[in-house]
């Protein structure tokens, strides 16, 4: 659970039992891996540790920021290629990798950026499968 709001106020009343009713949502997730394609008795792709990938929130014009809650998060790939976010509201983000850090490890991809909605829903919403392949520069 996350907070509807960044900041609410409580009134305590001494003396007195309160019951409060606390503005939460159910916050959602997104997974992917970052890998590059091997031989196919390899496993068909091998996972790349260390990448950094980002996440920024898109307000409702579709640029970055929200009204709301604006969310910006850095992560890394771990040694399995994967990487997650976890409690985010719901709304509309990118997922991104760094052009300059993979030319720096030899790589280059063709997709940068990918869009991912999180939905309002009773369970939580949880996007997996934002992958990224990247390749070996030539």
Do not use: C, H, W
């Amino acid at each position: 659970y996350i907070p509807r709001y960044r900041n609410f106020v409580v009134k305590a009343k001494p003396g007195l039992q309160t019951v409060y009713d606390l503005p939460v949502i159910i916050g959602g997730s997104i997974r992917g891996r970052v890998s590059r394609p091997s031989s196919a008795e390899l496993g068909g792709s091998l996972p790349i540790e260390g990448i950094k990938v980002r996440l920024r929130q898109l307000n409702k014009d579709g640029q970055i920021g929200s009204d709301r809650l604006p969310l910006e998060m850095v992560g890394e790939s771990f040694s399995t290629g994967e990487y997650s976010f976890t409690g985010l509201p719901p709304g509309e983000y990118e997922v991104s990798i760094n052009a300059a850090q993979l030319s720096v490890l030899g790589y280059t991809a063709e997709t940068l950026v990918r869009p991912v909605s999180i939905r309002a829903t009773k369970e939580g919403d949880f996007q997996e499968a934002v992958d990224f392949s990247v390749t070996e520069l030539q």
